[in-house]
């Protein structure tokens, strides 16, 4: 006897850009990545590897720098921080020709050490090297001001003067 299933096909079509982007576990990753960078290549290759990035990846901000002047990184920072889902830990005021930034912490530091993995040292750089590095490449000055290694919190300026 063959029994056949007679339930209908049911086909559902689903784009990726409908999906929710969230890539906590990239943190993980990139933090393991500067240390095997660090260990193998020298603390000098974290630098230069972040600021590759800031160059490549980041090429689309420094143009909007250069464009819209300080609003482009208060924006930009203000959609990254929605989408990771902390917008209530950043804080900006555009006054003058300087941005000021205040992170009560970071997403990523709290999402990592909460899976029990320990940040290393060189993860701050993905602040200071890569915002650093973003600036100098838009013809603008970048200050870290105060960097908690716990928590990532930070307080920081971009100076376009």
């Not at 590759?52 to 990254?80: F, N, W």
């Not at 992170?103 to 709290?110: I, T």
């Not at 999402?111 to 838009?138: F, P």
Request: proline share 1%; glycine share 4%.
């Amino acid at each position: 006897m063959e029994v056949k299933n007679k339930m209908s096909k049911v086909e559902i079509e689903k784009k990726s850009s409908e999906n929710k982007y969230l890539h906590l576990d990239f943190h993980i990753t990139c933090d393991m990545g500067l240390q095997y960078l660090a260990k193998n290549f020298g603390e000098e290759s974290v630098v230069e590897y972040i600021e590759l990035v800031a160059q490549r990846y980041y090429s689309p901000l420094t143009r909007a720098i250069h464009q819209d002047g300080l609003k482009a990184i208060e924006v930009y920072l203000q959609k990254i921080y929605s989408i990771e889902e902390a917008a209530e830990t950043l804080f900006t005021k555009l006054e003058g020709d300087t941005l000021f930034v205040h992170l009560d912490w970071c997403p990523a530091v709290r999402y990592v050490t909460s899976k029990g993995h320990e940040m290393s040292k060189y993860y701050r750089a993905t602040t200071e090297v890569l915002y650093r590095a973003i600036a100098e490449n838009a013809g603008i000055s970048f200050s870290l001001d105060a960097y908690d290694e716990r928590s990532g919190a930070a307080d920081f300026r971009f100076i376009d003067a």
